[in-house]
């Protein structure tokens, strides 16, 4: 049972150089999240779907977007990398955003920005 | 905004001796949660606290939430090197529309030497 898988695990991007982060579920989770976590902050939400078809921004949405492509599927896209997008990004998924059941969270991507 | 506050930011403890992490919220939470994580890997979920004076126990590990909803502590009993790592607790707080969207605290650092 894979859970959640984020793809890739590392990669390292010149500034002004966009990529996609890609997230997949398999528990038939209905809402997911993209969280990233920089030293001494803990994770911030970056974007959310509370379900298939919608998206909604988090605490840190300057600079990304998101896509829901199906219930599975929630990737995060950086237009125009920066600097400041250097980070560990955390995707997760749980039942739905109203149950008493917690996030479960993919290994990471580590993004490294030159 | 919501915060959590964790303390304290880092642990050093010898095997065998117990230890507690607390976590702090500004506002009344609905929901709290404690996870760990360890160095280049996601996060696991550990509990989850919703009653005021609410406690839960897994294995060597208790958690209890107070009575006004706002301050969450972590106790390890007989600490082992297996219990390394970063704890993180995450809340939702209570009323609004804010069901899903996690504020974590910055994390403990929880080194356990043989």
């Known amino acids: 049972n894979a859970g959640v898988t984020q793809t890739p695990k590392f990669q390292v991007l010149k500034t002004g150089q966009s990529m996609t982060l890609q997230c997949a579920q398999d528990m038939n989770h209905n809402s997911m999240y993209w969280y990233r976590q920089d030293p001494g902050m803990g994770l911030r939400l970056i974007y959310y779907?509370?379900?298939?078809?919608?998206?909604d921004k988090g605490e840190v949405p300057n600079g990304y977007n998101v896509s829901r492509l199906n219930k599975r599927e929630f990737s995060l896209r950086l237009e125009s990398a920066a600097p400041s997008q250097t980070s560990v990004y955390f995707c997760?998924?749980?039942?739905?955003?109203?149950?008493?059941?917690?996030?479960?969270f993919g290994d990471g991507t580590r993004l490294s920005i030159l | 905004s919501q915060e959590l506050e964790q303390s304290p930011q880092s642990l050093i403890v010898q095997e065998g001796k117990n230890l507690t992490i607390n976590c702090t919220s500004s506002?009344?939470?609905?929901?709290l949660y404690w996870y760990k994580q360890k160095y280049g890997e996601g996060l696991i979920f550990l509990m989850m606290?919703?009653?005021?004076?609410e406690e839960k126990s897994h294995e060597k590990i208790t958690a209890k939430l107070d009575e006004k909803k706002q301050q969450s502590s972590l106790h390890i009993t007989a600490s082992q090197p297996s219990h390394a790592g970063i704890y993180l607790c995450?809340?939702?707080?209570?009323?609004?529309?804010?069901?899903?969207?996690?504020?974590f605290g910055q994390g403990t650092i929880l080194t356990v030497h043989p």
């Open positions: 606290l919703q009653k005021g004076g």
């Open positions: 506002k009344t939470l609905y929901g």
């Open positions: 779907s509370a379900s298939e078809g919608t998206t």
């Open positions: 997760a998924s749980s039942i739905n955003r109203y149950s008493n059941q917690p996030q479960h």
């Open positions: 995450g809340a939702e707080p209570a009323g609004g529309t804010s069901y899903g969207k996690l504020t």
